[in-house]
């Protein structure tokens, strides 16, 4: 059953300089229970869609389309009837713990605050849900008690009480944004497998937005590669990897050092894809990778190319996708 | 300048902090942040220095280029003891090694243009350079780069995050040094910049000789730039060798535990007992 559907989804943002396109026809779904990941660089979108589908975007920004969320429209919901969904069916965890925490209140209250808001628990019964959450991602009395602030703890630990927040009210849905950005590489390799865990354990659908291609390999079972605001590749998260056919998945694989399982002969070099992402203001009419794209030909220029279907559930927006499997 | 002697060598460093008075009349507690770290690092030679936060990874890299002054042990840096040298004479050391910081918006002046940024170092540690020599060093410096000679009248602010690296590394080169510091130098990037400003510390190690002590917590970075690898944890090295020897065959628990967390394409995820 298909629990957020988002359909051409379009968000401008008002600049001094005009309207600025932050995302352009993004369109993708989410099964209740799956999991899909989002990719991209810095500026391509990713997290705007996050926030879209929050309904956190700046006030400056106008989006069009539906984001369809348990079959209501998020976009042409009011603020209030949001309020009830956020932190209670729609959950987010955010890449930096520590703002996303309040310093001056103890880590119990916070974990509470959702299930006296959302559920409209009295205090000591929602101190006590707030104690099993956090025996529940790892932080258990008495070495963690609820009495704690943020910055009695590490980065880690930090990252789990914002997970405990999420999961407080029995989301369906949780979207976690960079989550694992600002950690160490063991921390991170914890937090993934929590959020797994309790993904599995409580059936809710994880949407994760990553730079890091090999966190998406192990942790999604579908993912999107977005660039320049837009979706360029769709699919389920191993076929798109065995056969990246848009030239920037392609290259963004290449790219990173984590992909190659040996050193580099000496005089051998990444493959760094030339170039920078253009700027939302500045965006060509046709494709919008086209002018860092090894494979761009004339017929790439005058429009953007539409989405094309490559097998089942794998789609490309590209016009020279690379049909050959990706090289090991 | 003694020829002869390695690029740095770094001998039992130990450095303690000083942690916040706990009682007015007891001494105050100390946090040791490198515990008998040595290490020797030959000219051209790129070392990495691996670990999780508060491993001492970037006190390291402050202690070996004087930033900070150790309790006990030496750093020589081209066979001279920098922490026994007067402060002119280290003064003039300092040119032979500079420092190329994580975020490349934090550690360029925004006030200044690109060309007055990348010519500090000259005006501060080489007396009597004539500006007709300095304005040909700073072309010289950012075209080695991939920069243009124009950028040097440009600021900061109109330049990318991979390119405002270059304009830190190009700061760094000015000088002609042997040694460079790289303390989480591309962790700030995107992948595809990232990959063009790693390829660039290659290049100008195969053009210039280069010597890098390349701090990160990235191990697939490390293994591609490096030529041996050292492991810290609380301050102390727990494992060295050829990065390959490392990565192949990882010998102590806590890198083998390192190197198992480091997500990869391909390999499904163990589940992993991080350490506590």
Redesign the interface.
């Known amino acids: 059953m298909t629990l957020l559907s988002v359909r051409d989804l379009s968000v401008t943002l008002e600049t001094p300089e005009g309207p600025a396109p932050i995302l352009e026809d993004v369109g993708f779904d989410l099964a209740a229970g799956g999991s899909l990941g989002l990719v991209g ?2 500026g391509c979108g990713k997290s705007m869609t996050a926030l879209a589908v929050m309904g956190l975007l700046p006030e400056r920004a106008v989006a069009t389309g539906e984001i369809v969320f348990e079959g209501r429209n998020l976009l042409a919901l009011p603020e209030g009837a949001l309020c009830k969904l956020r932190g209670r069916r729609l959950a987010m965890v955010f890449q930096e713990p520590m703002t996303a925490l309040n310093p001056v209140k103890t880590i119990g209250a916070q974990v509470a605050e959702g299930l006296r808001w959302h559920l409209g628990l009295g205090r000591g019964e929602a101190e006590a849900r707030a104690v099993r959450l956090l025996d529940r991602v790892g932080l258990p009395r008495p070495r963690f008690a609820p009495g704690l602030y943020p910055h009695q703890l590490s ?2 630990q930090r990252q789990r009480v914002v997970i405990a927040m999420a999961l407080a009210c029995d989301p369906a849905l949780l979207i976690a944004d960079e989550p694992t950005t600002a950690l ?7 937090i ?2 929590l959020l ?1 865990e309790v993904a599995a354990e409580a059936g809710l659908a994880l949407l994760l937005i990553t ?5 998406v ?3 999604t079972r579908s993912m999107i590669v977005m660039y320049a605001g837009r979706v360029v590749e769709r699919g389920g998260t191993h076929e798109v ?1 065995a056969r990246m056919a848009h030239p920037y998945s392609r ?3 290449a ?6 399982d ?3 002969p000496p ?1 051998r ?6 170039g ?1 992402v253009p700027d939302p203001l500045h965006r060509p009419a046709g494709c919008v990778f086209a002018g860092r794209c090894p494979r761009a030909a004339a017929d790439c220029l005058p429009a953007q190319p539409a989405e094309r279907r490559l097998a089942p559930g794998h789609a490309v927006a590209c016009l020279h996708p690379h049909l050959e499997a990706t090289p090991a | 300048m003694n020829s002869t002697a390695p690029l740095l060598q770094v001998e039992h460093l130990t450095l303690d902090y000083r942690l916040p008075r706990r009682r007015l009349f007891a001494p105050p507690p100390h946090h040791r942040a490198l515990d008998d770290v040595s290490l020797t690092l030959a000219r051209g030679e790129s070392l990495a220095v691996v670990g ?2 508060g491993s001492g990874k970037s006190t390291l890299a402050r202690t070996v280029l004087a930033l900070e002054r150790p309790q006990a042990g030496r750093v020589v840096l081209l066979g001279r003891d920098v922490f026994a040298l007067p402060a002119d004479e280290l003064r003039k050391l300092r040119r032979h090694a500079q420092m190329v910081f994580q975020d490349p918006y934090g550690s360029l002046d925004p006030r200044r243009k690109v060309g007055w940024i990348v010519a500090e170092p000259l005006d501060a540690l080489e007396q009597g350079v004539e500006s007709a020599e300095r304005r040909a060093r700073i072309t010289e410096t950012l075209q080695s780069v991939g920069l243009q000679s124009g950028d040097a009248d440009k600021f900061p602010h109109e330049f ?3 390119q405002r690296q270059r304009i830190a590394i190009a700061r760094a080169l000015i000088t002609r040094p042997a040694l460079i510091v790289a303390d989480e130098a591309v962790s700030a990037l ?7 400003v ?2 660039l510390f ?2 100008l190690r ?1 053009r210039l000789g280069l010597g890098y002590l390349f701090i990160s ?5 490390v ?2 730039v490096a030529d041996r690898v050292m492991v810290l944890r609380d301050g102390r090295v727990v494992e060295e060798g050829e ?2 020897g490392v990565f192949r065959a990882p010998q102590h628990p806590y890198t083998r ?2 190197l ?10 163990r ?2 007992t ?2 506590p």
């Open positions: 660089e810095s980065g880690g160490d590489v063991t921390s991170q390799a914890a993934l497998d797994a730079h890091d291609l090999a966190v390999w192990q942790n990897f290259g963004l694989f790219a990173s050092p984590g992909a190659l040996a050193v580099l005089g070099r990444l493959a760094a894809i030339p920078l | 999780e936060s990318s995050g991979g995107d992948v595809s910049v990232q990959a063009q790693l390829n290659m290049d195969e917590h990235d191990l697939a970075v293994r591609q990065v390959e535990a390192l198992a967390a480091v997500p990869r394409i391909g390999v499904p995820r589940r992993i991080a350490a």
